[in-house]
């Protein structure tokens, strides 16, 4: 029997330390075969912008002899579109994308690349986990070795062999979102959480002379966890510095009464009674 694919990659780009210690925890699980972007890519959420060239380059890899290794020019989103459609011999059995310099947790990771890998690689019927770590704010966009993601690729391993293992899982369950606190340890306990409503970064205003000039907006962490839902992401890795496991469905309709939403459309009800004829 052949052995499973399991395609990596990331937002943070090939070079990402945080990419390789994720391919080094699923060493002899699976063919492994890494592509991901060939820059720095965060906040590509799951865009497939149409400047995109999709340039593709073999990588070298020194550390991992018994993975294939590629570099796209494109976002996260299109490194799993070309890895699926023209890298891979056969569909993979999983998609890891990270590990991520940063917690991807809140309302804000429709933003995250990482998160929207594994959104894309779910839609094309691929079981998928998306890994992040908490780090300092200074570290995120870096490549600093000063971060430690052996913790954060020992749970990967736990969830990603769990989805490999489970082809059958509970309805409305398309991909795994796993985000790794500071100063965790193998002994860490986890949770399964839902996604928190709250934001955790917060967009900054451009500091410039005039509107002419170049304004790159920036981002802070302003929030505080320990006011966030008790089963939310938020409060499980920011307040309660525990590992968090948030199931991921591709259905973002609202889970409302539809019915009644027609009805207040429709003018057939008020908010809080039926209207009267």
Known sequence: MSQPIILFTNDDGIESPGLWAAVKAFEGLGKLLVVAPREQQSGMGRSLPVFSEGRIYPWNNNQHHDCIAYAVDGTPAQAVQHGVLELADELPALVVSGINYGDNTGNGVTISGTVGAAIEAASLGIPALAVSQQTRHDLHLT?????????????????????????????????????????????????????????????????????????????KYDTDPAKAEPDSDVYTVLHEGLVSITPISLDMTSRTDLFRLRQLLTGERQYGRVKKR
């Open 143 to 219: 490549y600093s070795s000063d971060v430690d993601f052996s913790i954060a690729a020992h749970f990967a391993q736990i969830f990603g062999k769990w989805l490999l293992d489970n082809q059958e899982r509970p309805d409305d369950i398309d991909l795994l979102k796993l985000d790794v606190p500071l100063n965790a340890t193998i002994e860490t306990p986890w949770k399964v959480t839902r996604l928190s409503r709250r934001r955790v970064y917060w967009p900054t205003r451009p500091e410039r002379a005039t509107l002419k000039d170049v304004g790159r907006l920036g981002y």
